[in-house]
């Protein structure tokens, strides 16, 4: 099994979930778009993600696709599983499930039921009981999905008190702050060091999560290379290059990430790549308009000019 754990760098690629137009699971995609991500060099993977549709999904064909996706990639990479969940069963059930295939991992986000610090912390306290000493597994805080504001205070008590918790997935928004702080506690000698991978939306903030010390990105976007390019060219010290390559694909980042559509961009965008067979998102989801596609196209064709300059 491929390493996850605190010295985790690089990019996590939160992928589709490929359906076929009528809405059944595409597994010849799937193995399709595995080894687009591969091709690209991403360091690993993150599937069943909220951008995955993962509550779409029925617990059988959730098993299917992890089981699709890690027989594919056959080891090379770390393949990460989003395992949030109503309830603890099911939580345990797709953990031992995922884990048994060969998953570097699960992912967990608090539900929106818990509000004040205490239930957030306390909440955390059963996951890990739950997932047991043995699964590596990464605190994801998003609170614009999930409506659960979690401050700096509680995130650094929920990983002092989790030393099976390897990674903060950060996609608070805004959150470079929140960023610093927690890198502030392990400078002090408050907290372990652990892995940063940020999400927001297309890395729209890649640059500038790595200067405030992320390890890199765990989020989507139908052009993962610019992701792993702004990675290695800071990783390299070479910093400007990084806001260079990045600005080039930031008005296409910007535009997938609408709140609405935005999935059906990155779908859209994937299909027009050839990485999937349809850009069907499934129901209920949104449809893009001619006027969209139109807007896209433009976007494609001026992202393009901008990397011919930066040749």
Request: proline fraction near 6%.
């Amino acid at each position: 099994m491929s390493k996850f754990n605190e010295t985790t760098r690089g990019v996590y690629l939160i992928t589709v979930t490929p359906f076929k137009d009528d809405g059944a699971l595409d597994l010849a995609s799937t193995d399709r778009m595995v080894d687009f991500c591969l091709e690209q060099g991403v360091d690993g993977l993150t599937i069943l993600g909220i951008m995955g549709e993962a509550p779409k999904l029925t617990a059988e064909e959730s098993r299917t696709f992890v089981r699709q996706v890690l027989n594919r990639v056959n080891g090379r990479i770390p393949i990460v599983v989003g395992a949030s969940a109503p309830g603890f069963a099911s939580m345990s059930e797709l953990t031992k499930s995922v884990m048994d295939l060969g998953a570097a991992g699960v992912m967990v986000a608090p539900p929106p039921s818990v509000r004040t610090d205490d239930q957030i912390c306390a909440y955390f306290d059963m996951v890990n009981e739950t997932l047991g000493p043995d699964v590596p597994w990464c605190l994801q805080d998003h609170p614009g999905a999930t409506t659960v504001q979690m401050s700096t205070a509680v995130v650094l008590r929920i990983l002092r008190n989790s030393p099976r918790c390897v990674m903060l997935k950060h996609e608070d928004w805004p959150g470079l702050a929140k960023l610093s702080a927690v890198r502030a506690a392990t400078a002090k000698g408050e907290l372990r060091r652990i892995s940063i991978l940020t999400g927001n939306g297309g890395g729209l903030f890649l640059p500038e999560e790595l200067v405030r010390g992320a390890d890199g990105a765990m989020t989507g976007f139908a052009y993962p290379e610019m992701m792993v390019e702004v990675c290695k060219a800071y990783f390299a010290g070479e910093v400007e290059r990084a806001f260079d390559l990045y600005d080039a694909y930031l008005p296409l980042a910007k535009y997938e990430q609408q709140a609405g559509p935005g999935l059906a961009v990155r779908k859209y965008i994937l299909a027009r790549r050839g990485v999937i067979a349809s850009d069907a998102v499934r129901k209920p989801g949104p449809k893009l308009s001619a006027l969209d596609i139109a807007d896209i196209e433009r976007l494609i064709a001026r992202q393009e000019r901008k990397l011919r300059a930066l040749a």
